[in-house]
């Protein structure tokens, strides 16, 4: 076992049941899990790191995640990037649907595919934006 700092001396310190790093027992609100596998397994609130010497200064944990974590965080990020992706083919979309639509009223007359890309495109895209606010509220990670 490595020789613990001046303030890990003074502090209770213990080992995650998850990923097996040390942490200061009051940084997380469960007994035998560290702050960032409470996070990532349980959605408890994070630690904002600040490494010092190959530790956090604020909760003492030295980076090790389990690959189950690891393997939540993978997939909390995928879901967000998707979402972002949803998102943006909405705009994209919607925007062209925009272009027509207007582009035939210009033009004396009116276009069907314009209105109807408006009409599918445009819930499309609120319900893409609102899912992607919910992945960011719930998967709090980034």
């Known amino acids: 076992m490595e020789e613990l700092t001046p303030t890990a001396q003074t502090e209770e310190v213990n080992v995650c049941n998850t990923c097996a790093s040390e942490f200061f027992v009051h940084t997380s609100k469960m007994k035998n899990i560290c702050p960032e596998c409470a996070h990532l397994i349980y959605n408890h609130k994070r630690c ?9 200064s604020k909760c003492y944990w030295n980076g090790k995640t389990s690959a189950y974590a690891l ?5 909390a990020l995928k879901k967000q990037k998707n979402a972002r992706i949803n998102v943006l083919i909405g705009i994209i979309f919607t925007a062209i649907s925009l272009i027509q639509s207007l582009s035939g009223l210009l033009f004396g007359g009116i ?8 009409l599918i495109f445009i819930p499309f895209l609120m319900r893409s934006i609102q899912y992607k606010k919910q992945l960011d509220k719930e998967y709090n990670i980034l």
Request: aromatic share 22%.
């Open 111 to 118: 276009s069907y595919w314009g209105l109807f890309g408006l």
């Open 48 to 56: 904002f790191h600040k490494f010092e010497n190959e530790r956090c």
């Open 71 to 75: 393997k939540l965080k993978q997939k």
